[in-house]
């Protein structure tokens, strides 16, 4: 059975972007309170970007990286790390890293930079990684979760702003079902 163990976010939201925040997560259950604006939404949000490379439907435009303008900078990184157990109990980090930059107008660019799975070879004992460049990333991290991106996206991540898919017209809530059940 897999496990997430460790999220660290650096640069996200309100997320300090020179200084990393770690959460653990705790067996069987980790609750996650706060006060409104402490940082739950995003807590959740960066387990589905670390698990499915999905930005919040409310990031476009730059929304998801600390803004620049924030911090007196023209550029501004942000970093998701999630440490977790896969369904084998292979012990596993995956790197997601963005870029807010400043253009002129005030306007925001956000672009996705290269992400890396780490492992150790059960056999050599020798670090391995997997970069986005030669890997398909987003379809990796479920396999190793043992879960279907499907699940990870409507149902155990699902965004409070498409929380309501349950009740949508009967094509799109069939769509989602399909995508759920691996239907055809």
Known sequence: MSSIEKLLIRGIRSFDPDAASVIEFYS???????????????????????????LPPNAKGGAFVHDPKLCGESEVKG???????????????????????????????????????VTTDPITNEQVSISSRVAEMDAEIPVQLGVS??????????????SQWPLSEPSALKKRFDDLFAAT
């Open 79 to 117: 970093q998701v790390k999630l440490k977790f157990r896969n369904v084998r109990g292979q012990s596993l980090v995956v790197t997601r890293s963005l870029q807010s930059t400043l253009k002129r107008g005030g306007k925001l660019e956000q672009k996705t930079l290269e992400s890396l799975l």
């Open 28 to 54: 069987p259950v980790t609750l996650i309170v706060g006060h409104n604006g402490a940082g739950k939404t995003s807590i959740i949000e960066c387990l589905k970007y670390a698990t499915t490379g999905d």
């Open 149 to 162: 991106k499907a699940v990870l996206e409507d149902v155990i991540f699902c965004h409070q702003e498409e």
